[in-house]
């Protein structure tokens, strides 16, 4: 299983950016995906997850309201879409998939100016 995560960049505080991570190898319909970040100096933390059935998702309580965690399973791809977005949110975002293990995606880097 390959994930490949992008979307990432620099935006001005208040700003959005949708991130996106393409799975290939396995279909993904069957299994939850996620969100994490790791900030500089930071432990890696949990942002979003979705269910494979029904789609309920899960959010930190730090970007609940602000991120929406979405997947098209067709496309074998999950979706952030992260709106007024602060310096706070500066981090390195991994997606995943858990399976019997869990795959995580390369990262992609989104860095918020003041």
């Known amino acids: 299983v390959q994930l490949q995560a992008s979307g990432g960049g620099l935006v001005q505080a208040g700003g959005s950016l949708r991130l996106s991570c393409a799975a290939s190898?396995?279909?993904?319909?069957?299994?939850?995906m996620g969100w994490f970040r790791q900030a500089p100096g930071k432990e890696r933390e949990f942002v979003a997850t979705i269910r494979r059935s029904g789609g309920r998702t899960y959010y930190a309580d730090s970007v609940k309201g602000r991120f929406a965690i979405s997947r098209n399973n067709a496309k074998n791809t999950e979706y952030l879409q992260m709106n007024s977005l602060k310096p706070e949110d500066t981090a390195v975002y991994y997606c995943?998939?858990?399976?019997?293990?869990?795959?995580w995606g390369q990262g992609t880097q989104v860095t918020v100016s003041s």
């Open positions: 995943n998939l858990v399976t019997w293990t869990t795959y």
């Open positions: 190898g396995r279909t993904v319909s069957s299994y939850d």
